[in-house]
């Protein structure tokens, strides 16, 4: 069965160091990937996208990688603040509108 | 304001009672979705429209039906709700596939 799995459910890092979060997916072939944030009881929002055929996508300080070979996908934050502190999803989704999403990853950053 | 919104935003009921949650988006998206979030397991797509009077499951379809008569609107429908559907509820749209899904501020539903 299809499977999303994002690394531990909470990271916990320094302000002002890199975030790293990763989704890893199985049995499944996503024409693209999506990655949202969500805060405590609040709808997600979109943050980047990339599609199949795209390696890196970059947005101020987030860059988001698609590796389908390893079917793997590392979003980064850089020089990381508090106010990125929520937690961050990434979906997959096919061309005929299905969308599966991972448990999601919750970050703190401290001051 | 472009914006997804969702009512009500709580709700109890009880066991059988049939309830609609609404979901209307003001983009002229194509494209509807609904989710349910429940700790532990993320966020699962229940159906979805890709337009006006086409709609499909998605990966939790049972016990739930939707509607999508207008373009606007994409009500979500428990004909016998059920404690098991006790959950965080989110209404999303977008122009269309690999473009931005805006989400909805969630209803929360309590099942007795």
């Known amino acids: 069965s299809q499977k999303i799995e994002q690394n531990s459910e909470a990271l916990n890092i320094q302000e002002g160091k890199t975030a790293t979060l990763t989704c890893n997916y199985t049995n499944y072939s996503p024409a693209y990937l999506q990655w949202y944030r969500q805060d405590p009881g609040r709808g997600p929002v979109f943050l980047l996208l990339?599609?199949?055929?795209?390696k890196e996508k970059r947005k101020e300080r987030l860059k988001v990688t698609f590796d389908t070979t390893l079917k793997q996908s590392l979003f980064h934050i850089t020089a990381s603040q508090p106010a990125d502190s929520a937690t961050y999803l990434c979906a997959l989704d096919t061309n005929a509108g299905k969308s599966t999403f991972g448990d999601g990853t919750t970050l703190t950053v401290k001051p | 304001e472009a914006q997804v919104t969702q009512n009500p935003r709580y709700l109890i009921t009880v066991t059988g009672k049939k309830l609609t949650v609404t979901c209307s988006q003001n983009?002229?998206?194509?494209?509807m979705s609904w989710y349910r979030q429940d700790p532990g397991l993320g966020l699962r797509q229940i159906y979805y429209s890709m337009n006006v009077e086409v709609t499909d499951k998605g990966d939790v379809p049972e016990g739930y039906k939707v509607s999508r008569k207008e373009k606007r609107n994409f009500p979500l429908i428990l004909e016998s709700p059920s404690p098991n559907q006790t959950s965080l509820y989110f209404c999303a749209s977008s122009s269309g596939l690999q473009e931005t899904q805006y989400f909805g501020p969630g209803t929360r539903l309590l099942v007795l």
């Open positions: 983009m002229n998206h194509e494209y």
């Open positions: 990339i599609r199949e055929n795209e």
